[in-house]
């Protein structure tokens, strides 16, 4: 078998065999296959697609090229969730001990952020002594105890797509909604989860920018789950504009914790409701609408918020944020943004709102950039609320002032006006389930 007739075969639109993916990703894996031939065929890939069962054994070689995580010794149900990405995203930090609550075990994996905020590594770590780096046996050992643990992905997961998405990154082949797919599900599989929700965000904060392009990668990816034996749910959400009212590490925390404690954010709260009502409905809790009812349930009880407290004292995190969780920002300099007219927000550009966050210290711009878990974005009005002008749009935290100036019109520019109220779009677009 050689690359090159791989190469010739995929440019001419050809589908590939299984062995030959294998091939590929165990040639390219070992250092065997050179960058330039791998980068030929996946532009040949960008440009003339890939067939579902191509995807899904692609999926599989690339699971197979690393470590994949046992939970066969954790009792029930496994459901895992993934989110695609988007400003403001915090739901695992409700969403894990949520569903822990409710008697479904969660033992997730998650992944430090590159771009405008942290990922959910990076939030956690904002709490005070808040471990994501245990090992296997700890990992495992916590969630039997509690129900729940969230660490950081093992950079021994899906060898073959971390070597990939460098490649990738680096080719101008990143847009391919196969290859996104694969990439994304080979994490997901490796982790070993029963049951993967996963929540595909579309909008100007979001990769897919329209819901068509969301639905395709969803659909992409619940098939090729599917295939490789796992329970699958996609649900499309919105990302016009941020999630919720905080962006940032810490503040983003502070947040969750308000919705875990009754409070918090409307949009916040249903994302969490239908993603949580997935979750529990793949590991057999009852209907969605019984899923759901369980899942509000358990945030008003205050069960869920006793959970994130157990998973702290777990993870050696410091629970008196819960009480406190103004400490997590406390020590940053702040000001605020104010309207500059009357009107209706008519429009928000969620990735300029990241942008604005990330020059305050909140995100990476290479993987060298350390995080300041202060900095970030609490907003006080978004789309669809009527501002009179000088009315506060948001407070901006940091602890680099000298990006103050920068950052406050970066987001005065996110903010459109106009003198008519908008519609405003869906928070949920629509649910993709598995068959």
């Given at each position: 078998m050689r690359m090159i007739d791989l190469i010739e075969k995929k440019k001419r639109g050809m589908a590939l065999?299984?062995?030959?993916?294998?091939?590929?990703?165990?040639?390219?894996t070992a250092?065997?296959?050179?960058?330039?031939?791998?980068?030929?065929?996946?532009?040949a890939i960008c440009f003339t697609g890939m067939r579902h069962e191509e995807t899904a054994w692609m999926t599989?070689?690339?699971?197979?090229?690393?470590?994949?995580?046992?939970?066969?010794?954790?009792?029930?149900?496994?459901?895992?969730?993934?989110?695609?990405?988007?400003?403001?995203?915090?739901?695992?930090?409700?969403?894990?001990?949520?569903?822990?609550?409710?008697?479904?075990?969660?033992?997730?994996?998650?992944?430090?952020?590159?771009?405008?905020?942290?990922?959910?590594?990076?939030?956690?770590?904002?709490?005070?002594g808040f471990r994501t780096d245990l090992d296997r046996d700890a990992f495992l050992d916590t969630v039997k105890r509690i129900g729940v643990c969230v660490v950081g992905q093992s950079g021994h997961l899906a060898l073959a797509d971390k070597k990939l998405y460098a490649l990738r990154d680096v080719t101008g082949t990143v847009d391919s909604i196969p290859l996104i797919?694969?990439?994304?599900?080979?994490?997901?599989?490796?982790?070993?989860?029963?049951?993967?929700?996963?929540?595909v965000k579309c909008g100007s904060g979001a990769f897919m920018k329209t819901p068509e392009d969301a639905a395709r990668l969803a659909r992409e990816m619940v098939a090729i789950g599917q295939a490789c034996g796992r329970k699958m749910a996609a649900v499309i959400t919105n990302m016009d504009l941020p999630l919720g009212y905080s962006i940032g590490n810490g503040l983003e925390v502070a947040e969750a914790i308000d919705l875990l404690k009754g409070a918090g954010p409307a949009d916040l709260r249903e994302v969490c409701?239908?993603?949580?009502?997935?979750?529990?409905?793949l590991a057999g809790k009852g209907t969605l609408q019984a899923c759901?009812?369980?899942?509000?349930?358990?945030?008003?009880?205050?069960?869920?918020?006793?959970?994130f407290v157990q998973m702290c004292r777990a993870q050696g995190g410091d629970p008196a944020v819960v009480e406190h969780p103004?400490?997590?920002?406390?020590?940053?300099?702040?000001?605020?943004?104010?309207?500059?007219?009357?009107?209706?927000?008519?429009r928000m550009d969620a990735q300029a709102c990241g942008k604005a966050s990330m020059l305050l210290g909140a995100g990476r711009e290479t993987k060298e950039s350390a995080i300041d878990p202060a900095a970030g974005i609490v907003l006080a009005c978004k789309t669809g609320d009527r501002v009179q002008k000088g009315q506060v749009l948001a407070r901006l935290y940091t602890n680099q002032p000298?990006?103050?100036?920068?950052?406050?019109?970066?987001?005065?520019?996110?903010?459109?006006?106009?003198?008519?109220?908008?519609?405003?779009?869906?928070?949920?677009?629509?649910t993709i389930l598995g068959e």
């Open positions: 065999t299984k062995a030959e993916i294998d091939y590929f990703i165990d040639g390219y250092g065997q296959i050179p960058d330039y031939q791998a980068a030929a065929l996946l532009m599989d070689a690339m699971v197979r090229s690393g470590d994949q995580v046992d939970l066969s010794s954790i009792p029930g149900v496994k459901v895992d969730k993934h989110s695609t990405g988007g400003i403001g995203d915090k739901t695992t930090l409700i969403l894990a001990p949520l569903v822990a609550a409710c008697g479904v075990p969660v033992a997730k994996m998650s992944g430090r952020g590159l771009g405008y905020t942290g990922g959910t590594v990076d939030k956690l770590e904002s709490i005070p797919a694969a990439s994304i599900m080979s994490k997901k599989i490796a982790a070993g989860a029963d049951g993967i929700v996963l929540d409701l239908v993603l949580a009502a997935q979750m529990l409905s759901r009812d369980m899942a509000a349930a358990a945030l008003d009880s205050g069960a869920a918020l006793e959970k103004q400490t997590l920002y406390a020590g940053a300099v702040s000001d605020t943004l104010q309207a500059p007219a009357d009107g209706w927000i008519c000298d990006q103050m100036a920068d950052a406050k019109q970066v987001l005065l520019d996110a903010y459109t006006l106009s003198d008519q109220k908008p519609q405003l779009p869906p928070l949920v677009y629509d």
